[in-house]
């Protein structure tokens, strides 16, 4: 591991590619960063001395050189930074344009492509897949697509350099000068790792403790550091890419954290106990424990989150009547029995049990649930109930598998209790449903 202090003028010069890789997630500085950043820079201009602003770390991984003379380098940490700076240059450089053509050509031929170069070798910095076509039309100025994170920063830095253009302006600026202190007055610190080094795991040791990823970002990029690299896109493309799309047009901004739930789930449903904060370490236990092939406990961890999908997100259920109960089990917040839901939907796609007898078994749980509410049992016991329920079910199952579940769940007892219907009666007749608290 090499360690050396340069400017981004330094960073960027030469036939280099800084490569965003798969197991990072995709760009999402926001507004404050970038008033962050711009405030750091206009305090530079402004003073009008040779200070400098230090930005930080800068790791990569250097790649084996292209046959055409490309330098590549895998970005481990600092795209960010790296990707946001490269963003402002494309805005400074279409100010240019009207101002400096010769200017604007020396910047984007220098500093954000490798001219004379084809394909992805074309850019000196490549976010990751998620972020890549923005990336590219903005740089190539061409069919610019106005939205994403990455239009936003751009268009972000492009206004502000046009606001100090207007004769309003208190600030007088030159482009020229405003290219020098960003190209040469902002200092980082360049990490370059050797080839035994393992990106992934440095990547997770620098980003873990302070937790700015998701348990499913840690479980995403260990999937990735089992699976050859010759099969990265193919895996990402196939694979993780299609559920990370399916969980954003339900859960949106929040997907991450839905699948960080979902594979919560997927782990609970062999009877494991553990706290979502254990997520990434329990299932990278399991998977060394079982000593499955990479791809398909991919494609099982998949699978078992699209079931979680559609019973959390009972809209992108397609049969009608599943759909229905999947709404009354998230309207009465009954999250609780996942792990049995989620196993017995398997059950069901892989036809080892009929609709009406998934209906069936729901409609116990259901009840069980609802008797429970209604007699004012606490819920804290649940947990353990539903965690272990399903396995207990296969050791007992003896055909039906719906009367196997409705004997198990009548055999529970103290806190976990079925209550009868005499108790039920009971609670109705001389329990309060509710607490008026207007006058509390």
């Known amino acids: 591991m090499k360690a050396s202090e340069t400017s981004f003028r330094n960073l960027l010069e030469g036939s280099k590619q800084f490569k965003v890789p798969l197991f990072q997630r995709p760009y999402s500085w926001d507004k404050n ?19 400098y602003h230090f930005l930080g770390p800068i790791v990569t991984l250097a790649e084996p050189g292209t046959p055409d003379g490309i330098s590549p380098y895998l970005l481990i940490d600092g795209q960010q930074r790296l990707t946001t700076l490269t963003l402002m240059l494309i805005a400074l450089r279409d100010l240019l344009k009207r101002q400096d053509s010769e200017l604007a050509e020396e910047l984007h031929e220098l500093y954000l492509i490798n001219k004379f170069k084809k394909g992805e070798d074309l850019y000196k910095v490549l976010p990751t897949q998620a972020d890549r076509t923005f990336y590219r039309h903005i740089v190539q100025a061409t069919d610019v697509e106005k939205r994403g994170r990455i239009y936003d920063a751009y268009s972000f830095f492009l206004r502000k350099l046009e606001r100090l253009e207007t004769t309003e302006s208190i600030i007088s600026l030159n482009l020229s000068r405003f290219k020098t202190i960003v190209l040469e007055r902002l200092t980082l610190v360049s990490i370059t790792l050797n080839e035994d080094d393992n990106p992934y795991l440095i990547f997770e040791s620098l980003n873990y403790k302070g937790a700015p990823l998701t348990q499913a970002d840690l479980i995403r990029n260990y999937f990735f550091l089992q699976v050859p690299k010759q099969k990265h896109d193919d895996v990402y493309n196939n694979f993780w890419l299609p559920l990370q799309e399916e969980f954003k047009t339900v859960a949106r901004g929040k997907y991450l954290d839905e699948l960080t739930l979902a594979f919560w789930h997927y782990l609970r449903k062999d009877g494991l106990s553990l706290k979502q904060s254990q997520i990434y370490q329990v299932f990278k236990q399991e998977f060394e424990k079982k000593k ?149």
């Open 33 to 51: 960063n970038w008033e962050t950043l711009w405030d750091d820079l206009m305090t530079l201009y402004v003073d009008g001395v040779e200070g």
């Open 292 to 440: 499955h092939n990479a791809l398909q406990e991919l494609e099982q961890v998949i699978e078992f989150a699209e079931y979680y999908r559609k019973i959390h997100f009972p809209e992108t259920e397609a049969d009608s009547k599943l759909a229905r109960w999947f709404k009354r089990f998230k309207r009465l917040d009954f999250t609780t029995c996942y792990p049995l839901i989620l196993n017995l939907y398997h059950d069901y796609r892989r036809k080892q049990i009929s609709l009406g007898e998934f209906e069936q078994a729901l409609r116990y749980v259901e009840s069980y649930f609802v008797r429970r509410l209604l007699c004012g049992m606490p819920s804290n016991a649940l947990d353990k109930v539903f965690n272990v329920l399903y396995r207990d079910l296969k050791e007992q199952w003896s055909g039906d598998i719906v009367s196997t579940l409705r004997q198990m769940m009548l055999g529970l007892q103290r806190t976990q209790v079925w209550p009868n219907d005499d108790s039920l009666r009971r609670s109705i007749v001389e329990e309060k449903l509710y607490t008026d608290r207007r006058n509390d």
